[in-house]
C-alpha cells in the first residue's frame, strides 16, 4: 500500500477520522496533447521569471499554460509559438516575448 494521509473532521458533533491514500497535488497546466512538452515556448520574458520564482503558471503564445523549469536551449522552438511570434509587428517594446 502506498504513502496515506489522515484527514480528520467532525460530522454531527462526533469526531470522526478517515485514512485516504496520497493524492497528487501537482496541478496539471498543460493542454494534455504531449506535443506541447516536446518544445520551447514564446513568453513575455518578466513572467517567465516571475514563475521560475513563484511557481504560477504562465501562457505562452501558442495557447500552452506552464511553469517553466527546464533549458529551452535543449528542445526545438514550438512551431505555433514561432509562427505567432514572427506575425507580430516589429518593435514590440522591449523586447518582453522570449523563448522559454
Not at 4 to 18: A, M, P, R, Y
Not at 34 to 56: C, N, Q
Not at 64 to 77: A, E, L
Amino acid at each position: 500500500m502506498g504513502d496515506l494521509v489522515v484527514v480528520g473532521h467532525k460530522l454531527c458533533g462526533v469526531s470522526t477520522t478517515k485514512i485516504l491514500p496520497e493524492q497528487e497535488t501537482t496541478p496539471r497546466t498543460s493542454h494534455g496533447d504531449g506535443d506541447h512538452e516536446r518544445f520551447a515556448h514564446y513568453a513575455d520574458k518578466h513572467k517567465i521569471t516571475e514563475s521560475m520564482v513563484t511557481g504560477t503558471p504562465i501562457r505562452a503564445l501558442c495557447g500552452k499554460v506552464w511553469v517553466p523549469s527546464r533549458d529551452p536551449k535543449k528542445y526545438p522552438v514550438c512551431p505555433e509559438c514561432k509562427e505567432i511570434y514572427e506575425g507580430l509587428p516589429p518593435g514590440g517594446g522591449d523586447g518582453g516575448d522570449k523563448k522559454q
